[in-house]
């Protein structure tokens, strides 16, 4: 799915859940420039998508037509195909990633990162029968992540591991030259994110 549906997808959601919808407050929900989010509402409008409307004089409304419904349906359809094709490909890097050390020896792992992709590292970790040392990030040290208390980075130092796993969908290099700075030698690193 490219990036024009997605942002048509998420302008059509918007303007479907919000009733009093202004063009700067979907420009803030959507972090896009508002004079872009205003080319993105007239192509919107020019397909027949939406209605623009205004009521009082100076008020305008954005109203979705049946037309957009049906296309709101069809790109929440054609992201779902997209976000679950994602997921499986994910799921078999990960897999022959986590597979590799296993046969390395590398049973035990620490997951660099408390969020989506280190939920998605710990499904694929459990099948293949690795043990979850540690969780560490330090934006969410003190919170539990699937149970475990996550510790901050530093925390690392101390802790009998074999593979630390960068789990991060965003840019993981400032991650791992964290772990590098603490000590932790490169070959123990690993990121879920080339």
Known sequence: MDLEAQRD?????????????????????????LGLTNLY?????????????????????????????????RLTYEYMQYSFSLLRESRHFLRDRFAALAEAGRKRVVFVGAGEAAELADLTLRELGLELV???DDAAAGSLFLGREVVPLTALQGLDFDQAVVT???????????????????????????
Do not use: C, M, N, W
């Open 134 to 136: 540690a969780v560490a």
């Open 168 to 194: 991060s969908f965003d840019r993981p290099a400032p991650l791992a030259g964290k772990l590098q700075a603490l000590g932790i030698p490169e070959d123990k690193i690993f990121t879920v994110r080339q």
């Open 41 to 73: 509402l007239k192509r919107l409008a020019r397909k027949g998508y939406i209605k623009v409307t205004t009521i009082p004089r100076h008020r305008v409304k954005y109203l979705l037509t049946p037309k957009g419904i049906t296309e709101r349906t």
């Open 9 to 33: 997808l998420a302008i059509l959601k918007e303007i479907e859940r919000s009733a009093p919808l202004t063009q700067r407050g979907l420009a803030k929900k959507l972090g896009i420039a």
